[in-house]
């Protein structure tokens, strides 16, 4: 039976897939550019990253039910197929080792500083690998449930969080001059391109034909929850502040406390956000598994996913260079993000115009 998410569970898979690390050190970089001002680079970001949306989920409604690599060759034929399909393959691997290793030295540094790093790295593989085991209709309920306590945890957070903020210290407006703003958009827009996702997750749609819906309101909630982490930060702490905060989304919700007799309350919103991770790892790790299993004809996923998973724990628990404990400042690679989540989908946009008179090969979707 072929696997089925709904459209709104698509939604929470792509948010997963981008907000949790975006929210986490990116706005204290942009602060750092644009000060006062971020925000405002926080809102081209996201129109941006609307735009990128619409264009990877213009190109995912092409696909008529068949698996993404299988699409490609049917469409590019079997060498570019290949070559693409190992290029994300290999894409969406490299950045879960890499999230993996981020997310275990933030556990280190906040909350586990004795437990040794290997172990946390290898609690992180070991969970996701079980979830991935469980296939993508469990992965999307997984996440469709942490976007409902997203959607509880945050306003009630920012509710307590009122009486501290204070909107004078976002003026003088426009006063950063456009190049800094446009500057500080850079970061957020280059993990928005995550959004590409959407195209190996639209075979698997229950409604294929509402990607284009799935793909705006995934890149839309991101962006948003970007947004409001500057603007608590902005006002809360000042531009002056934000910049020397490792990870400003934690930094906010520490301060969070009911009166004077209930505090670090914080442990709620900062645990939806350990879930939100968890999903992001999942779905990456998914989507290398999916990517590269489908381009090298290998017939047992199982063994491809388990031998990933040992992979990844050996390549995340290494040793890794210091600065990377700093945040997720050194994982926005912008030039390697931008060239898989956008030059790759406007090379497969060309080649689909080209080959529009082509007849689909491969017929529909295998189970």
Known sequence: MKPAISTTQTVALIQSAIAPTMVLAIPSVMVSIAQHDAWISGVIAGIVGLLMALIIAAISKANKGQYFVEWLEGRLGK?????????????????????????????????????????????????????????IEAIARSAFMVLLLILIVVPVSVFILY??????????????????????????????????VLLILTPFMKKPASAIRAGLFGSLLSSSQLLLVILLALTIFGPQLVPMLSYTFVNVMAIVEVGEFLERIEIFTVSVWFLTMYIKLTVFLFAGVHCLTHSLRLKSKHHVLLGLGLLAFVTSAGEWPRNLESGYKNLANMPQLLLINVGLPILIALGLLVTRGKRKQGGKQRS
Not at 99 to 125: K, Y
Request: glycine share 6%.
């Open 79 to 135: 060498p570019i197929g290949i070559a693409i399909g190992i290029m994300f393959g290999i894409y969406y691997f490299n950045n879960f080792c890499v999230i993996v290793r981020v997310f275990a030295n933030f556990v280190s540094d906040m909350v586990l500083d004795e437990t040794p790093l290997f172990m946390l790295v290898g609690m992180m593989v070991v969970v996701t690998v079980f979830t991935v085991l469980q296939g």
């Open 163 to 196: 009486t501290d903020i204070d909107f004078k210290r976002l003026i003088p407006v426009f006063d950063t001059s456009a190049a800094r703003m446009a500057v500080a958009s850079l970061p957020p827009i280059a993990l928005l391109s995550e959004v590409s």
